[in-house]
């Protein structure tokens, strides 16, 4: 399995950006699916994006449609997260994860195997 590191999270203000970090190592992360979720508090984790082992397709959850971008960079074995016009209800912890399956576009949780250890992201109104 494929071990993965989240990054960059922090507090911000509303209208603000972020750009998260996953960085994977142990196995060929060019082959996973890569995902992101988050989970706030109370609430079940969410599907956030979701992006080809290619990177040239990509997925989003409507709530984040038009604010959010997934990328990833393969040489350098990392996912990113870009997130702009930030709002208050994007407060969570967020997860990068790797899908158990090396094609699709899936957006249930449990289709993923990998997680990283997750990130904040608080946005202040």
């Known amino acids: 399995q494929v071990q993965l590191v989240d990054t960059g999270g922090g507090l ?3 209208g603000g950006s972020l750009r998260l970090s996953c960085a994977a190592s142990g196995h060929t ?4 699916v890569m995902g992101w979720f988050r989970q706030a508090p ?3 984790r969410e599907f956030v994006a979701v992006i080809t082992w290619s990177g040239d397709t990509t997925s989003y959850a409507n709530s984040v449609k038009g604010r959010f971008t997934i990328s990833r960079d393969n040489a350098k074995n ?3 997260l870009q997130m702009n016009s930030l709002k208050p209800e994007d407060t969570a912890v967020y997860y990068c994860a790797a899908d158990k399956r090396p094609y699709g576009l899936r ?4 289709d993923f195997g990998s997680w990283g250890q997750g990130t ?3 946005v202040s109104s």
């Open 29 to 32: 992360f060019s082959r996973y």
């Open 12 to 14: 911000v203000q509303a």
């Open 42 to 44: 109370g609430k079940e």
């Open 120 to 122: 904040q992201v608080t």
């Open 107 to 110: 957006s249930q949780s449990a």
């Open 78 to 80: 990392t996912v990113y």
